[in-house]
């Protein structure tokens, strides 16, 4: 191979002249384009080699030679040990040491291939100089690209082949011991020199001092280790390592889970930093937050978790809420930036733990007296600009359905969303609302449970607001048909899936054995106004009044278009008509799938579904002429 002699000739004339002779970048990338996994063998590894001795002297930009050996290393036939092979060894300490990017990223591109297999991750650990380099380049380097290539890496090999320190549950339920702990993680977590590295790093205390990083990139490497932590969770991180080297930070008998929650960030100067500690603690309220997923999931239910009780024990929960539901204790400056960070973390917890906060009295009702005040301030003008409170309204869809049922004592927010003027996302916290529950699978009985009741608040919630709002479909096929206004379209019909689609149940039928703080069907039809039951499932709501009188027309008409204007029209995927059109046959789609279960059920309804094949036959626009698509208009 011509192409390949060059190469090797180019290199030798670099490596006689470092200094003086440039590497050819466009021959170099003429190669990288050439070269695969069918390049022999024999010709890899001398171009390895050659590279190899070339960089420790090269006396200029490394780039082209370091994206070569990236390319030459590719292939998954390139194992680790071959890596290891090569010659002169690859010196890994080295390579992370130096103030090169290029080469900081090759060298962890070559180390990346011992994070597939579990025994070369134990070599890796044999080499405590090289894991010491790894996470100092990590926490310390000032390229970003770099820094996540070491977070990467670092977490690809305290978990190669998806094994790891996997916890299993003992007595009592909530205590968790690792049962196996690879080479890598014992490395890390009892080596007192690696581990108090990492202290050390992240730390404040050291801020300046001899061979410490400054105040503000300790303040980086705290991001990224807070990124890491929240990834490698379970009991050694919960827990005391090396009590010698924790005291020294003031951590008592929680390792580094305490470490990073109090003792490393300083949220009261700090407030980026205190943005990027609430998101962290909002990390860990997700029930799949580690990659260890063998932490035992009976565990974490809809009333509470380890990493709960860890917030609320050290008071942190309740410090992290108070930016949002007690605002008047802080500053303009820390609620600009941990207002939308507290709101975040409060949507959190509601959706993973909402029996735990319909429990938490002060907090339920803060919450939603609130959210009442907010929504209160909206003006009809602020709805129509599109002025939004979306932290709020995310607030507000990701409350259990129950907390949003009106009570004696407390009005429910959800009654002051409307659909005119109309507001993608208050359509859109509408959709969220009386869809219900996503489905959980592999979820206990008692999540099952705390699930059906969610299912029956959705649909409850979904005839109260009928109730209050008679207009509501009327409005909402209003937005739909202002096409000029798309993504508010697509909401309305987003909407109109929702309820399609909705995951309801029944409510109880009598009030004794009701624990729920549900009404009964029968309080639920007499507050409607309604002689009897009302519809059980969203496809049957549909198919009654109001929206049997709005909604069906809507979606059985042609679709609207611009094709009479210039920049859209009939086929036009990437005009607002064709996508608005493509979501309303979407949802015909998904009327006629739940016409067809209701079928299968009862055998009735087939006029109904004969009719929805008929349009649907039509396509996505409906079989109308290019001109005279009628556009919807703005009604404010």
């Known amino acids: 191979m011509d192409l390949l002699e060059n190469i090797h000739t180019h290199l ?17 990338e003429k190669f990288d384009g050439q070269v695969t996994e069918a390049i022999a063998e024999p010709d890899r590894e001398k171009l390895l080699h050659q590279l190899a001795n070339l960089l420790p002297t090269l006396q200029q930009d490394p780039t082209p030679a ?42 962890l591109c070559l180390l990346e291939k011992a994070k597939l297999r579990r025994s070369d991750a134990d070599i890796v650990a044999g080499k405590p100089d090289v894991v010491a380099s790894l996470i100092k380049l990590w926490l310390s380097t000032s390229d970003t690209a770099v820094s996540q290539k070491a977070h990467n ?13 996997e916890c299993i549950a003992v007595e009592p339920a909530d205590h968790y011991e690792p049962y196996h702990q690879s080479l890598m993680w014992r490395r890390v977590f009892r080596d007192k020199d690696i581990y108090g590295s990492i202290y050390e790093i992240c730390s404040l205390s050291t801020a300046g001092q001899d061979g410490q990083l400054s105040k503000r990139d300790k303040t980086v490497a705290q991001a990224r280790f807070l990124d890491l932590l929240a990834k490698i969770d379970c009991q050694s991180v919960r827990t005391s390592q090396i009590a010698e080297i924790e005291s020294i930070y003031g951590v008592k008998n929680e390792g580094l889970l305490e470490f ?4 490393m960030v300083d949220h009261e100067d700090d407030v980026l930093m205190h943005m990027t500690l609430i998101d962290f603690f909002a ?86 007296l609130r959210l009442s005040e907010i929504l209160k301030q909206m003006s009809p003008g602020r709805w129509a ?19 949003l049922l009106p009570r004696p004592d407390l009005a429910s927010p959800l009654f002051m969303l409307t659909a005119k003027p109309p507001n993608e996302d208050a359509l859109q916290t509408l959709a969220t609302v009386f869809r219900g529950p996503k489905r959980q699978e592999g979820t206990s ?81 007499e507050t409607c106004h309604s002689s009897r039951s009302l519809p059980p499932t969203g496809i049957l709501a549909i198919l009654a009044p109001p929206a049997l009188e709005t909604v069906l027309p809507y979606l059985f008409r042609p679709a609207q278009t611009f094709s009479n204007l210039v920049g859209g029209g009939k086929g036009d995927v990437e005009s607002a008509a064709y996508r608005v059109a493509a979501a309303k046959y979407d949802v015909l789609l998904s009327l006629k ?40 208009t703005l009604e404010l």
């Open 12 to 28: 030798a004339e670099v490596a006689a002249d470092p200094t003086g002779k440039a590497l050819d970048e466009r021959l170099l």
């Open 66 to 107: 370091t994206t070569l050996i990236q390319v030459l290393v590719r292939p998954a036939s390139f194992t680790f040990s071959r890596v290891l092979d090569i010659k002169p060894p690859v010196d890994f300490t080295a390579g992370f040491s130096t103030p090169s990017p290029p080469i900081n990223f090759v060298t």
């Open 153 to 165: 890496v670092f977490l690809g090999l305290l978990t190669a082949e998806g094994e790891g320190p």
């Open 260 to 263: 990073a929650s109090l003792r």
């Open 283 to 368: 990390e860990l309220l997700k029930p799949d937050h580690s990659k260890f997923q063998a932490l035992d999931i009976s565990a974490q239910t809809s009333h509470s978790s380890f990493t709960l009780e860890f917030l609320i024990r050290k008071g942190l929960h309740s410090r992290t809420l108070s930016y949002y539901l007690d605002s008047t204790k802080h500053s303009s400056l820390d609620l600009t930036y941990l207002y939308s960070r507290s709101a975040n973390y409060l949507s959190t917890y509601c959706s993973h733990y909402p029996t735990h906060f319909l429990s938490s009295s002060s907090v339920f009702k803060s919450t939603i």
């Open 385 to 403: 600009q599109g002025l939004t409170p979306k932290h709020d309204l995310h607030v507000l869809a990701s409350l259990p359905g129950v907390a």
């Open 445 to 525: 009985q008692l999540v099952s449970n705390d699930e059906s009741v969610q299912k029956s608040a959705a649909r409850a919630l979904y005839y109260l607001y009928l109730n209050n709002y008679p207009g509501m479909w009327q409005d909402v096929v209003k937005a739909a048909e202002t096409v000029a206004l798309k993504d508010t379209a697509l909401a309305a019909i987003a909407l109109m899936e929702a309820v399609i689609s909705a995951s309801w149940d029944s409510l109880p039928s009598n009030v004794d054995n009701n624990q729920s703080g549900l009404p009964t069907e029968a309080q639920l039809a």
């Open 593 to 632: 799938s739940r016409l067809k279960e209701v079928m299968q059920e009862t055998g009735q309804l087939g006029e109904v579904l004969a009719t929805v094949d008929k349009r649907l036959a039509l396509g996505v626009l409906g079989g109308q002429n290019d001109i005279g698509g009628r556009i919807g």
